[in-house]
């Protein structure tokens, strides 16, 4: 089992688990600044799974890496428990095989190879990877490396997983895979998740509420509470019907 | 059975070469031949000069083994040293850049002097000339290194030490091979004109007092056999980055690994 540690830390009430008020963050290039985000508000309570949705290039990687504390703001607070980021591409180490590249999280805070492989063994178990525990990223297919990425993860232990469009290089029938199979684990391994995508469908398919952000400078621009149970099938009506409303708010043509 | 095809090229080219060279001293006449020795007759000094060649060649080819091998193990514990302090860097690079412009002809008599005339001050000459192709490549390599993997080694609270043991360091692994392949040609380089100051053997000795001797023939026969060497320890390297580093491993095509 990964323990995930009391949700308690960085002035946080009860009711959070990611609170990001008013956050502004802009980056200085070569051809001047670039504001990522202006004015950025989201909060996630506590086992709830945000969806962010947005236009290219709106900030959302940035969102991303101000809740990991990779980054802090220009303004505005940012306030979050622990979070461990699943990238956008797998990153999984080339050299390792599956089973210690699941381990790395526990590896990097100094646990032996042997105590990562026993932790990590019931796992690739669970999600159907046993049979290639040896094996190494360059022979498992896209959808195999983006669980042992999720895993990895998981692994970490951290209350909140900070998923950035993580089955985007998918292909469309693995992505729908990926998505149910994303939503079974969550039922049974419930986790604060920040889930960043460009595939509306995908939010309203996972998230218990989507938000949707602006083109840059990126700021929450609506939210959509999505009260239906788990799982979710992507021709049900209701689906379909905040779908179209999620896409309206993005301002697309539907 | 492909892989032999892939060699035709390769061999049609150098038949024509040597027919052209054989050619051109054919007709230039046979003093110049004492110069430029036709093909048949560096074939002959191949033959006849055998046991003087190999044995010459064990010398070189040590000189050469042992040099790369110190640049590579000192090379990387440099480059390290340069991937965590950006002041070192400063420091040593143009000094390192200034190495490579160095003739070794220049140097190679100080190093007999201090070091005597046995493979020392050759190993010293060939540690020199290839040490700056790797340390540029293996830095290369530690600094290529996807920030995006920092950042996730970072967000599972790894140890700067930590994020190098296992991931910064066994990234640049092949890069270590990418410089001592590209240290080979001028290692060989060096050890010959290690040999030309101070020595009485190796295939650069051989070199050196072919000419004087008028036996240009076996001067080239001793040229061809260190090409041979530069491509056998070219490949060689490569087939050692297969079977030490079989995830880095992508086919590339034959010798340009």
Redesign the interface.
């Known amino acids: 089992m990964v323990e995930a540690p009391p949700e308690e830390p960085r002035e946080l009430n009860a009711e959070d688990a990611v609170r990001l008020e008013l956050v502004s963050r802009t980056f200085r290039t070569k051809r001047g600044p670039i504001q990522a985000l202006a004015g950025m508000s989201l909060h996630a309570s506590p086992r709830e799974v945000v969806a962010v949705v947005g236009p290219s290039g709106c900030g959302k990687t940035t969102l991303l890496e101000l809740i990991c504390g990779l980054q802090s703001p220009d303004s505005g607070t940012v306030r979050s428990a622990p979070a461990a980021l699943m990238p956008q591409r797998d990153l999984l180490l080339p050299w390792l095989s599956a089973i210690d590249n699941a381990g790395l999280a526990l590896r990097a805070r100094g646990a032996s190879r042997e105590q990562a492989r026993q932790a990590a063994a019931p796992w690739l178990e669970r999600f159907g990877l046993e049979r290639f525990e040896r094996t190494r990223p360059a022979e498992l297919s896209g959808g195999m490396r983006q669980r042992v990425s999720f895993l990895r993860t998981l692994l970490a232990g951290k209350p909140v997983l900070a998923l950035d469009e993580p089955f985007a290089a998918l292909d469309a029938i693995t992505r729908q895979d990926m998505q149910g199979w994303l939503a079974r684990v969550l039922e049974s391994e419930p986790r604060t998740v920040i889930l960043i995508t460009h595939d509306v469908e995908e939010a309203v398919v996972l998230a218990d509420r989507v938000v949707v952000m602006s083109p840059r400078p990126g700021h929450a621009i609506g939210e959509i509470d999505i009260h239906m149970p788990r799982p979710r099938k992507r021709t049900d009506p209701a689906v379909v019907e905040l779908r179209e409303r999620a896409l309206a708010a993005l301002g697309a043509e539907s | 059975m492909r892989r032999v095809w892939r060699g035709i090229p390769a061999a049609i080219l150098l038949l024509a070469l040597i027919g052209a060279w054989e050619l051109y001293v054919d007709l230039k006449g046979s003093t110049f031949s004492l110069i430029l020795p036709p093909p048949h007759q560096v074939a002959k000094a191949l033959y006849t000069d055998r046991s003087l060649l190999w044995s010459s060649f064990l010398v070189t080819a040590q000189e050469v083994l042992l040099g790369i091998l110190v640049a590579t193990a000192l090379g990387a514990v440099l480059s390290v040293a340069i991937h965590f302090s950006p002041t070192l860097r400063r420091a040593t690079y143009p000094l390192m850049v200034a190495s490579q412009a160095v003739p070794v002809a220049v140097f190679a008599p100080a190093l007999a002097f201090w070091l005597g005339f046995g493979i020392l001050p050759k190993l010293v000459v060939v540690a020199v000339v290839s040490f700056f192709s790797i340390v540029v490549a293996t830095t290369a390599g530690l600094a290529a290194v996807?920030p995006?993997?920092i950042?996730?080694?970072?967000?599972?609270?790894?140890s700067r030490m930590?994020?190098f043991w296992?991931?910064e360091l066994?990234?640049a692994l092949p890069s270590v091979f990418t410089g001592a392949k590209i240290a080979v040609a001028v290692s060989v380089i060096g050890a010959v004109f290690a040999e030309y100051t101070g020595s009485n053997s190796g295939l650069g000795y051989v070199i050196l007092v072919s000419q004087p001797q008028l036996l240009a023939a076996r001067g080239v026969a001793a040229t061809v056999i260190l090409c041979v060497f530069a491509i056998a320890l070219f490949g060689l390297l490569g087939l050692g980055e297969r079977l030490a580093?079989p995830?880095?491993y992508r086919p590339r095509g034959e010798i340009a690994t």
Do not use: E, G, I, N
């Not at chain 2, 950042?151 to 790894?158: C, G, V």
């Open positions: 996807d995006d993997l950042k996730l080694m970072r967000t599972f609270d790894a930590r994020t296992h991931v066994p990234s580093l995830w880095a």
